[in-house]
């Protein structure tokens, strides 16, 4: 085992953010919404039909090279292929010759999906169905980043999966995580977080619910669902009783990476800012592994990391975790 200073050797490791952007929450909002974003991915879309009669979109890149590898991203809740740190990994894969692949999770792809269902952040069964498919079309194991719950589910299902891994992916990378989900959830339910993050993140996630209780009647109280002004309480009502979970502690319980890291067994970097305001510090694993490297510098943010000269540009964060995964893969 390593300890967390020894796992930090390189990478954003000793990442300062700019001067003019100082704290964890400007280093999460200012990236999103008005550093220099890279150029619109002329991304083309494909629907897969799942097992349980539903479909999943998934959006790619295509490069001059058939053969080049593939980078694979899992988008983090109420995401897409349009969001800013989506279009910086394109923009990072187009530059080096690779294809990218962008698999939408049930619901965030512009349509709702049709199963009685959506997402959740160990919904690492689904993650092995998508990661199978993907494998299919390409030519060496992939290179998958996770973003914030996609990261959660990405290691859970490493995790899951164990040595059988490695027939898929040759490197993995969780990028703010919340590795315990109770953490960051009880982080997001509190003060500024709760009056910005979780109303900007049930503005969207309540109306998706209800359409879904419009296509199957019955599957949720929805005077209970109305009255929720948490991610905890919409958890209870909707997100934990449509995917098999008793309640919102047994669903982030359950669901939490963190308790087993220890079980992966391909390359995976983790990295996670001490100022993100949806993780908190003292909830970031200690120790990595032989697997697994910790990176945890104090700024960055949640999925922020910017770089340059006001307004800043985005391509920090694709730069380092790809130049990882490049010397860390097959």
Same mark, same amino acid.
């Given at each position: 085992?390593?300890?967390?200073?020894?796992?930090?050797?390189?990478?954003?490791?000793?990442?300062?953010?700019?001067?003019?952007?100082?704290?964890?929450?400007?280093?999460?909002?200012?990236?999103?919404?008005?550093?220099?974003?890279?150029?619109?991915?002329?991304?083309?879309?494909?629907?897969?039909?799942?097992?349980?009669?539903?479909?999943?979109?998934?959006?790619?890149?295509?490069?001059?090279?058939? #053969?080049?590898? =593939?980078?694979?991203? #899992?988008?983090?809740?109420?995401?897409?292929?349009?969001?800013?740190?989506?279009?910086?990994?394109?923009?990072?894969?187009?530059?080096?010759?690779?294809?990218?692949?962008?698999?939408?999770?049930?619901?965030?792809?512009?349509?709702?999906?049709?199963?009685?269902?959506?997402?959740?952040?160990?919904?690492?069964?689904?993650?092995?169905?998508?990661?199978?498919?993907?494998?299919?079309?390409?030519?060496?194991?992939?290179?998958?980043?996770?973003?914030?719950?996609?990261?959660?589910? =990405?290691?859970?299902?490493?995790?899951?999966?164990?040595?059988?891994?490695?027939? #898929?992916?040759?490197?993995?990378?969780?990028?703010?995580?919340?590795?315990? #989900?109770?953490?960051?959830?009880?982080?997001?339910?509190?003060?500024?977080?709760?009056?910005?993050?979780?109303?900007?993140?049930?503005?969207?996630?309540?109306?998706?619910?209800?359409?879904?209780?419009?296509?199957?009647?019955?599957?949720?109280?929805?005077?209970?669902?109305?009255?929720?002004?948490?991610?905890?309480?919409?958890?209870?009502?909707?997100?934990?009783?449509?995917?098999?979970?008793?309640?919102?502690?047994?669903?982030?319980?359950?669901?939490?990476?963190?308790?087993?890291?220890?079980?992966?067994?391909?390359?995976?970097?983790?990295?996670?800012?001490?100022?993100?305001?949806?993780?908190?510090?003292?909830?970031?694993?200690?120790?990595?592994?032989?697997?697994?490297?910790?990176?945890?510098?104090?700024?960055?943010?949640?999925?922020?990391?910017?770089?340059?000269?006001?307004?800043?540009?985005?391509?920090?964060?694709?730069?380092?975790?790809?130049?990882?995964?490049?010397?860390?893969?097959?």
């Amino acid at each position: 085992m390593a300890d967390v200073a020894s796992s930090h050797a390189t990478g954003l490791s000793g990442w300062r953010a700019p001067r003019w952007l100082p704290g964890g929450n400007a280093q999460t909002i200012w990236p999103a919404l008005w550093s220099r974003r890279p150029p619109d991915a002329p991304w083309r879309r494909e629907r897969w039909d799942t097992p349980d009669g539903d479909f999943v979109d998934v959006d790619w890149l295509d490069g001059a090279d058939a #053969l080049a590898p =593939l980078l694979v991203l #899992l988008h983090g809740l109420e995401s897409s292929s349009r969001s800013h740190y989506a279009l910086a990994f394109a923009h990072w894969a187009q530059r080096a010759g690779w294809r990218v692949a962008v698999p939408h999770w049930r619901g965030c792809s512009g349509e709702l999906n049709l199963a009685p269902r959506a997402y959740h952040s160990g919904d690492f069964e689904e993650v092995a169905w998508m990661l199978q498919r993907l494998r299919e079309h390409a030519s060496a194991p992939l290179h998958v980043v996770g973003v914030s719950l996609g990261g959660n589910a =990405l290691l859970r299902w490493a995790a899951e999966a164990g040595d059988r891994a490695g027939a #898929l992916v040759g490197t993995l990378a969780a990028v703010s995580a919340p590795l315990d #989900l109770a953490a960051g959830g009880r982080a997001i339910d509190r003060g500024f977080n709760r009056r910005v993050y979780a109303r900007m993140f049930l503005r969207t996630m309540k109306p998706k619910a209800l359409a879904k209780l419009a296509q199957h009647p019955g599957l949720f109280d929805r005077e209970r669902l109305l009255a929720a002004r948490t991610l905890y309480e919409f958890d209870n009502v909707f997100t934990a009783p449509l995917h098999g979970f008793r309640d919102t502690d047994d669903y982030w319980t359950r669901a939490s990476a963190k308790p087993h890291l220890a079980r992966i067994r391909v390359p995976t970097l983790a990295l996670n800012a001490r100022n993100d305001p949806f993780v908190p510090a003292t909830s970031l694993p200690r120790l990595g592994s032989a697997f697994v490297t910790l990176w945890q510098p104090a700024h960055g943010g949640h999925v922020g990391f910017p770089g340059g000269t006001f307004p800043g540009h985005l391509m920090t964060l694709p730069d380092a975790v790809m130049g990882w995964m490049r010397s860390h893969g097959p």
